[in-house]
C-alpha cells in the first residue's frame, strides 16, 4: 500500500510539473513583456516586442487546451523576445541621450567680423 | 489455402482490414494535407523575410512580428498534428504577410541618398553651380566672389586700397595727384609738376623765355613782354628804342633823347663828362655881368639841357691867379651864379645846375704866360651824376677876365 502511494504521488508530481514550470516561465514573460512595454518597446524594439506579445498570446492558448509543453515552450520564446526587446530599448535611449548630449557640447560658432575691411594681404 | 481464405471471409477480418486501409489512407491524405501546410508556411516566410528591413523603414513590424509568429504558429500546430488550427494560422500569417505589403505600398519610396561631387574649380568651398565667381576663390556669403569693400570690382585681397575705389591699373587704389595741379596722376603727363588740364597736366613752355607762357605768347620764338602778348614792341626806325618809348619812332635816335637822333649844336658839344663850349663865355670887365656875344652859345647850352633832361651840371667858374686871390674866389663864383641864372631864365630848372666859383684854385694851365693865364679864365659845365651831391664850392670868387 505505502509503494503504492508513493508511486501515485510521484505519477502526480511529473503529471504537475507542466504547470508548475509553465507557470513560473509565463509570470517570467508577463513580468518581461509588461516591463518592456512600459520601457517602450512598442516603439523602439516593435518587432522583438510584438512578436514577444504573440508568443505569449499562443502560450496561453496552449495552455487552455492543456498542451504544457507546447505553452512553456511559447512563454520561454515570450520571455526571450521581451528581454531582447528591453535590450534593445536601452541601447536605442543610450544612443540618443549621447546624441543629445553631443549636440549640448557643440560650442556655437563665435560670432565674427560681418565683413573682413581689413588690409588683405599684398 | 482454404483456411486462408477463411481467414479473410470472416467478416471480423475483413472488417479489420478495410479499417486499416482507411487508416493508412487517412494517414496518407493527413500527411499530404500537413506536407502542403508546411510549405506554404515555408514559401510565406521566404516572401516575409526579406521584407525586413523595408517592413521596419516603413513602420510595418509590428505586422511582420504577428506574421512571422504565426508561421511558426502552423510549423508548432502541424507538430502537434491539428491541421485545421495550422490552417488558421497559415490565413492569419497570410493576412499579415498582406498588411506589410500593404504598408510598404503605402510608404513612400526609400530616398536612396546621392552623393553629387558638385565641381568647385577655384576650391573656395562654394560649388561652381552656385558660385558667381567660380574661377575665383571667394566667401560662401559673398556667393562665392571675393569681398570687394569699396565696391570697385577689385576684390579685397588684390585691392591696395580696400576701403577708398580706385582702378585695376592702379592696385585699386584711386589716383592721385601729386604736383596738386587738379589733374589726377593717371591723366597727368607730369605728373611731379604742376600744370593745367589743357596741356595734359604739364606746365605751358616758354620757349623764347620772356615769362610769357606759349599759350598767351603770340610770338613764341620772340621776346616779349606780357603787355604786348609776349611779342616785342616794334620799332619801326631800328634804334633800340621802340615805339612805344620812342617820340621819334620813324628816325632813328638815341635812348638818352627816347629814341630822337642827337641834335647837331653849332657852338657846343655835349660830351659824356662835360658841355664843352667853342668859345668862351664873355663878361663885362671886373663884372659877373655876361656879354650880349655870349648869348647865343649859352641859348645852345640851354637848348642842350632841355634835349638831355637827364643831366646836371655843375657850373664852375675860374680865374688866373693875378690880382686878389679872395676877390677872384668871390668873383669867379658869381659869374658862375650868372650862367646858372641865364640858363633858368632860359627854362632849365634850377635843381640841374649847380653853381661853383673856385677863383685861381684849378689853372689849366701856367700862369706865368700871357697864353696861360688867357686859358686858365674860363667858365665849365661839368655833367654830374645824379647821386652825386654836387661840390658846393662856396660863392664865386673873382679874378675872371
Known amino acids: 500500500m505505502p509503494y503504492r502511494t508513493l508511486l501515485i504521488s510521484a505519477a502526480a508530481l511529473v503529471a504537475a510539473c507542466g504547470p508548475i514550470e509553465y507557470t513560473s516561465m509565463i509570470m517570467k514573460a508577463d513580468t518581461a513583456l509588461e516591463k518592456a512595454e512600459r520601457m517602450g518597446a512598442p516603439k523602439y524594439a516593435p518587432l522583438e516586442y510584438w512578436r514577444a506579445k504573440a508568443y505569449f498570446d499562443k502560450a496561453r492558448e496552449e495552455t487552455g487546451r492543456n498542451d504544457y509543453d507546447f505553452a512553456i515552450d511559447y512563454a520561454t520564446q515570450a520571455y526571450r523576445d521581451a528581454k531582447k526587446a528591453q535590450d534593445i530599448v536601452d541601447e536605442k535611449k543610450e544612443k540618443e541621450r549621447k546624441a543629445a548630449k553631443e549636440k549640448a557640447n557643440v560650442p556655437a560658432p563665435a560670432p565674427g567680423p560681418a565683413s573682413a575691411p581689413g588690409t588683405p594681404p599684398r | ?401
Open chain 2, 1 to 401: 489455402m482454404n483456411r486462408g481464405n477463411d481467414l479473410f471471409s470472416r467478416p471480423s477480418w475483413r472488417r479489420f482490414a478495410s479499417l486499416l486501409i482507411a487508416g493508412i489512407a487517412s494517414s496518407l491524405a493527413a500527411c499530404s494535407v500537413g506536407t502542403k501546410l508546411r510549405n506554404e508556411a515555408s514559401v510565406l516566410k521566404s516572401d516575409l523575410t526579406p521584407l525586413k528591413d523595408e517592413a521596419e523603414r516603413c513602420q510595418a513590424l509590428k505586422s511582420f512580428a504577428l506574421a512571422w509568429a504565426e508561421i511558426d504558429f502552423v510549423h508548432g500546430e502541424l507538430r502537434q498534428g491539428d491541421q485545421p488550427r495550422a490552417n488558421g494560422h497559415l490565413a492569419n500569417a497570410r493576412k499579415h504577410v498582406k498588411d506589410v505589403q500593404n504598408q510598404i505600398k503605402k510608404c513612400p519610396a526609400k530616398v536612396i541618398p546621392v552623393v553629387v561631387v558638385l565641381a568647385d574649380r577655384d576650391k573656395d568651398g562654394v560649388p561652381d553651380v552656385q558660385d558667381r565667381c567660380p574661377d575665383v576663390p571667394g566667401a560662401k556669403e559673398n556667393q562665392g566672389c571675393p569681398v570687394d569693400t569699396d565696391g570697385d570690382g577689385i576684390p579685397d585681397n588684390l585691392d591696395r586700397c580696400p576701403n577708398d575705389p580706385g582702378p585695376s591699373e592702379n592696385d585699386g587704389c584711386p589716383w592721385g595727384d601729386r604736383d596738386k595741379d587738379g589733374v589726377k596722376d593717371n591723366e597727368d603727363k607730369c605728373p611731379d609738376v604742376p600744370g593745367p588740364r589743357e596741356n595734359k597736366g604739364c606746365p605751358w613752355p616758354d620757349t623764347d623765355g620772356d615769362g610769357v607762357t606759349d599759350n598767351v605768347d603770340k610770338c613764341v620764338n620772340e621776346p616779349g613782354p606780357k603787355e604786348n602778348d609776349g611779342c616785342p614792341w616794334p620799332d619801326r626806325d631800328k634804334d633800340g628804342v621802340v615805339d612805344k618809348d620812342d617820340k621819334c619812332p620813324d628816325v632813328p635816335g638815341v635812348p638818352e633823347l627816347q629814341g630822337c637822333p642827337r641834335p647837331v649844336y653849332k657852338l657846343i658839344k655835349v660830351e659824356k663828362k662835360r658841355i664843352k663850349l667853342s668859345q668862351k663865355i664873355f663878361f663885362a670887365y671886373n663884372k659877373a655881368k655876361i656879354d650880349r656875344k655870349s648869348f647865343a652859345m649859352l641859348d645852345e647850352v640851354a637848348q642842350a639841357f632841355r634835349d638831355f633832361p637827364a643831366i646836371k651840371c655843375r657850373i664852375e667858374g675860374h680865374t688866373d691867379n693875378r690880382g686878389n686871390k679872395k676877390r677872384n674866389k668871390k668873383l669867379s663864383g658869381q659869374r658862375a651864379d650868372a650862367v646858372r641864372n641865364f640858363l633858368v631864365a632860359k627854362g632849365v630848372t634850377a635843381d640841374r645846375l649847380v653853381a661853383v666859383g673856385f677863383g685861381p684854385e684849378r689853372p689849366l694851365e701856367s700862369n706865368k704866360t700871357a697864353k696861360g693865364r688867357e686859358a686858365n679864365r674860363r667858365v665849365e659845365f661839368n655833367i654830374v651824376d645824379e647821386e652825386k651831391p654836387p661840390n658846393k664850392g662856396g660863392p664865386s670868387s673873382p679874378g675872371l677876365p
